[in-house]
């Protein structure tokens, strides 16, 4: 089983920055395909960002385009994403997850992802 642990989360004013870091333990993610989710009460989980499975090629949800950026380092293990000029509607609870296929691309479907963290919590007041 791959395990993920999120962190970096926190309050924020809008328009502020955080930087949220998942680490990858278990079985290795280098391999895969990676991305970060986001939840809010009474909302289906929504993909943020992607990316592939060396950092070669990345994609994001339309609301957050030019504003968040994912990187990976797989010497390390982990999967980041800088958040820039965070609104409200950003608040949310942030997870990472891992493509269950490797050597794919990236996608922010949820349903071929697996090994879901217990998430950091992002709020943003004004």
């Known amino acids: 089983q791959v395990r993920l642990v999120e962190s970096g989360g926190g309050s924020v004013q809008a328009g502020g920055s955080l930087r949220l870091l998942c680490s990858c333990s278990?079985?290795?993610?280098?391999?895969?395909?990676m991305a970060w989710f986001r939840q809010v009460p009474g909302k289906e989980r929504e993909g943020v960002a992607s990316i592939n499975y060396d950092g070669g090629r990345t994609l994001y949800a339309d609301s957050v385009k030019g504003r968040f950026t994912i990187s990976r380092d797989n010497a390390a293990n982990t999967l980041s994403l800088v958040m820039n000029s965070l609104q409200e509607e950003d608040a949310a609870m942030y997870s990472c997850?891992?493509?269950?296929?490797?050597?794919?691309?990236?996608?922010?479907?949820?349903?071929?992802?697996?090994?879901w963290g217990q998430g950091t919590q992002v709020t943003v007041s004004s």
């Open positions: 278990g079985k290795t993610c280098s391999r895969y395909s």
């Open positions: 997850a891992r493509r269950m296929g490797y050597l794919l691309g990236a996608n922010l479907d949820v349903g071929v992802y697996t090994g």
